[in-house]
């Protein structure tokens, strides 16, 4: 079965700071990749995607990520935060198939220091 | 604006009580799912249906059963809540494989 590690649970960062949060997945195939964000209150919103084509993939918000299937990773990245990045930040993966479900890692909380 | 919709938001009942969470969505998606998720922890699929009369159990056993019998209305239901059942559920759809999830708002249970 498909799994989603993300080895960082809680970053902070000072504003301006460079920000790369590690997501790893077990799936030797294709999968799909997935960046979600929770902002304090709100519900879970789609930041980026990746299905096929160019392994960089550009987001909402300035964030981008970049898939390297040799590594079976999907880090996120960002050049410089803004106070207003604090939030959670969800890895997933799914394999495309009739179940159509989407599998989670467990979060990183980044916290931003104005 | 998520065209997704959990009512109620924040929920503290009694335990043995019954109770259903309501989850609507108007985007006219044949998937819908449910997750579970504790305070910094992971999504844990309980529920999903992939149409009108198709429910499934997901990957995290739950006590919570579910039904679909419109497109748009996806409740769960615990028969009889317990302190165990404490926890934020979070209600999402999909259009399709090629598309990822809208969620909603999230219900808040707490059992008391």
């Known amino acids: 079965a498909q799994s989603v590690s993300q080895h960082n649970h809680h970053v902070i960062l000072s504003e301006a700071a460079s920000l790369e949060l590690g997501c790893n997945y077990s799936?030797?195939?294709?999968?799909?990749l997935f960046w979600y964000v929770q902002y304090p209150g709100q519900h879970l919103q789609l930041l980026l995607k990746y299905f096929s084509g160019d392994p960089l993939v550009k987001g909402i918000k300035g964030f981008e990520a970049e898939f390297i299937k040799s590594k079976f990773s999907f880090n996120l990245r960002k050049p410089s935060v803004q106070w207003s990045d604090t939030a959670e930040y969800f890895c997933a993966v799914n394999v495309p198939s009739s179940a159509s479900k989407i599998i989670f890692g467990s979060g990183t909380r980044l916290s931003i220091r104005p | 604006e998520a065209d997704i919709y959990q009512t109620p938001r924040y929920l503290v009942i009694g335990t043995g009580k019954k109770i259903t969470l309501e989850c609507s969505q108007t985007?006219?998606?044949?998937?819908m799912y449910w997750y579970q998720q504790d305070p910094g922890m992971e999504l844990h699929l309980i529920h999903y249906s992939y149409g009108v009369n198709s429910t499934e159990k997901g990957d995290l056993s739950s006590e919570s059963t579910v039904s679909r019998i419109r497109t748009e209305h996806f409740p769960l239901t615990l028969e009889s809540a317990r302190p165990s059942h404490t926890s934020q559920y979070l209600c999402?759809?999909?259009?399709?494989?090629?598309?990822?999830?809208?969620f909603g708002s999230g219900t808040r249970l707490t059992v008391v």
């Open positions: 985007m006219g998606h044949d998937k």
């Open positions: 999402a759809s999909r259009q399709g494989a090629d598309y990822g999830y809208t």
């Open positions: 799936y030797g195939g294709t999968v799909n």
